[in-house]
């Protein structure tokens, strides 16, 4: 089945998606997301981020610019959070409520921590954005907001989907996926209807456990009779084969994409990527309160120091820290800004176009099953 690049490849889910190759981007960028798709893969939008109203600006755009391609949507609804039993539905109330749970203490942490370092204020123009899509209650409305456009796929970061979002998905023809560090979480999102399951090891960046992807991807296909993609660490055509090795039917990928041409990725963090080395990461909750793979700086050192606070649980974590961290990426203190990346930014030395990416990472996979072809010919 040779597709426009002279090879073709066939698993369940090229089939299941009619994708031409079972390479999965996840990305906050919609640009990132659309060059994927257009070149074959298929292309994955963080909804995080967004608002409702910005996430259906933005998935306007990804229709129009897709080129008919299947495309998806990630959200993120954590299975448990601080705040999750109070019965607060609206998300206004349930900010509120939540505020009023930081203590004081971690507050002049944060607040001392920014002074030292000459970090100036916002101007006022960003509140309310705390919470983001870190609860059920938050990304609610943009699962509705994602519903409406022609997705293919909507998944979920952070433990199984509520079994009434797999089924709204269902029913619109949507398939679903979840995002697994251990084989007891896959085999829960798929007793709630997951078709896919993202097996993703602890080399990824972004939320991770503590399993590598090497031990963890035979251990989730044994566990589940779903397709499973790869995750965590994966960045070029052999790893991609030794992925496919273990049992995975595919890759999903985020950090890979942070450094490409199409990315919206601030320059100054891209520079950091384009020099950092594998060792540059470590995975700390100094995000959002749960284990995440972040850029290791003075921010992430800072919440390990003997006067260090500790974390708070998601989503107060966050909501101390989302506007610090805003104040950060608009200023010149580089050595605070963390962001999410995984251990794959040690090989990300040159920008490429997102085409490019998916072209070598296939051409790096045929090659790699060439090599260990001619070994057992001998
Ligand atoms: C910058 C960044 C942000 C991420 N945000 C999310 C997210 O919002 N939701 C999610 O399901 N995964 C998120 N991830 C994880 C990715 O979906 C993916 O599983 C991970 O990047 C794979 O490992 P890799 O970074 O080694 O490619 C994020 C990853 C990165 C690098």
């Not at 190759?21 to 257009?38: G, K, M, T, Y």
């Not at 749970?101 to 944060?110: D, E, N």
């Not at 269902?170 to 398939?175: P, S, Y």
């Not at 896959?186 to 097996?199: F, L, N, S, T």
């Amino acid at each position: 089945m040779p597709g426009s690049y002279g090879w073709g490849m066939r698993t369940r889910v090229t089939d299941m998606f009619g994708i031409e190759f079972p390479i999965f981007a996840f990305s906050h960028c919609r640009d990132v997301v659309a060059a994927v798709s257009r070149a074959g893969g298929m292309g994955v939008l963080g909804a995080l981020y967004f608002t409702p109203e910005e996430l259906e600006t933005e998935l306007k755009w990804i229709d129009d610019n897709v080129g008919g391609m299947p495309y998806g949507v990630d959200v993120v609804m954590p299975a448990s959070y601080e705040g999750a039993d109070l019965g607060v539905d609206s998300p206004e109330d349930l900010l509120g409520r939540l505020q009023g749970m930081i203590p004081a203490g971690h507050r002049s942490f944060v607040d001392g921590l920014l002074e030292r370092h000459g970090v100036p204020p916002l101007n006022g123009d960003d509140a309310g954005r705390a919470l983001l899509g870190w609860t059920d209650a938050t990304a609610r409305p943009q699962v509705e907001v994602a519903l409406r456009h022609p997705i293919a796929l909507l998944a979920n970061a952070l433990g199984p989907p509520p079994a009434d979002v797999v089924e709204q998905a269902h029913a619109k023809g949507v398939k679903v996926a979840a995002l697994a560090s251990t084989p007891r979480h896959a085999v829960k999102q798929v007793e709630v209807g997951v078709d896919v399951v993202v097996a993703q090891g602890t080399e990824a960046g972004g939320h991770t456990g503590e399993i590598s992807t090497m031990v963890l991807i035979p251990q989730v296909v044994d566990a589940v009779d779903v397709p499973v993609l790869a995750a965590g660490g994966i960045g070029d055509g052999r790893q991609m084969a030794a992925g496919m090795a273990l049992g995975a039917e595919g890759v999903w990928t985020g950090s890979i994409w942070l450094t490409v041409e199409e990315a919206d990725t601030p320059e100054m963090a891209r520079q950091r990527i384009l020099a950092a080395t594998s060792r540059d990461t470590v995975r700390s909750r100094s995000w959002t309160g749960k284990p995440a793979r972040l850029l290791k700086n003075e921010w992430t050192d800072a919440w390990e120091a003997a006067d260090s606070p500790g974390t708070l649980p998601m989503p107060l974590q966050f909501m101390l820290v989302s506007d610090a961290l805003r104040r950060i990426g608009r200023s010149d203190a580089a050595e605070l800004a963390t962001f999410p990346a995984g251990q794959i930014i040690g090989t990300m030395n040159q920008v490429k176009s997102a085409r490019q990416v998916v072209f070598e990472m296939i051409e790096g996979y045929v090659s790699a099953m060439e090599r260990l072809d001619r070994i057992t010919a001998d």
